[in-house]
């Protein structure tokens, strides 16, 4: 495919955690350390099958994490870092973009590994879990009252986020695997499906834009849009032939 005349590239880039920046998924691996199986669950939250709200609660109370496998899943999430995310997210932010994590993964897992990345932890947005006091009840009503644990909670946060930096939504680009990001497509720049871990139908027919994977690297060269194409080259000429190369095998 060839850039967008119409898409000069994006003011803030949003990259989903799980399935995008990781190769698993959170909530899954705590389940799996825990013996509860909620990968059903995940499945159809993820696909749109059912809203996000009905599962979130449902699977912590089965799960009942410890702050101890809270912590274990950072290891994971490191462990199955995606080979060029790093590169990627330098890229942008050599150019000048903002980059965010927005996910529905737990803050305390998500926010080291994004950290890890190179994110900087103010533009890091997960679902709270205080488990500091092991109240484990008041953790889980901490994390199903925040917006990231519901359907719409994407649009929501990027809105607020935007507002703050004094950026128009449609100056924004989003990459993620599920339908709680295809949800804020509308309202984006771009939006950028991603199937490099798991290919989510729904997000595969309906995006806009989607990369098959396994690598990121289409991602830097479509956040830099026409205008800074360029600059990209220039500054990172290897991931900029990468880019190049996984476009052009996107319709």
Request: aromatic share 4%.
């Amino acid at each position: 495919m060839s850039l967008s005349k119409g898409w000069p590239g994006a003011k803030i880039v949003f990259f989903d955690c799980d399935s995008t920046l990781a190769g698993i998924e959170g909530i899954d691996e705590l389940a799996a350390r825990c013996k509860v199986d909620v990968s059903a669950l995940t499945r159809a939250a993820m696909s749109g099958e059912i809203p996000l709200d009905e599962v979130f609660r449902k699977r912590l109370e089965l799960i009942s994490p410890s702050k101890e496998d809270v912590d274990w899943v950072v290891d994971r999430y490191k462990a199955t870092e995606l080979a060029s995310a790093k590169t990627v997210i330098h890229s942008l932010q050599d150019l000048g973009i903002p980059v965010h994590v927005i996910s529905g993964g737990l803050l305390p897992a998500v926010a080291p590994f994004a950290e890890h990345l190179g994110i900087a932890k103010n533009a890091i947005h997960a679902v709270p879990f205080p488990l500091a006091e092991n109240n484990l009840a008041e953790a889980i009503d901490t994390a199903c009252a925040h917006p990231l644990a519901r359907d719409g909670g994407k649009p929501e946060v990027i809105t607020q986020v935007c507002a703050a930096l004094g950026l128009d939504p449609k100056e924004a680009m989003l990459i993620g695997d599920g339908a709680s990001d295809l949800e804020a497509a509308s309202m984006l720049g771009l939006f950028v499906g991603f199937g490099g871990v798991v290919t989510r139908d729904r997000v595969r027919d309906e995006a806009p834009i989607f990369l098959p994977g396994p690598e990121l690297a289409g991602v830097a060269l479509l956040a830099a849009g026409s205008e800074g194409a360029s600059k990209l080259e220039a500054l990172h000429p290897d991931l900029f032939a990468a880019a190049q190369q996984q476009l052009d095998l996107v319709k």
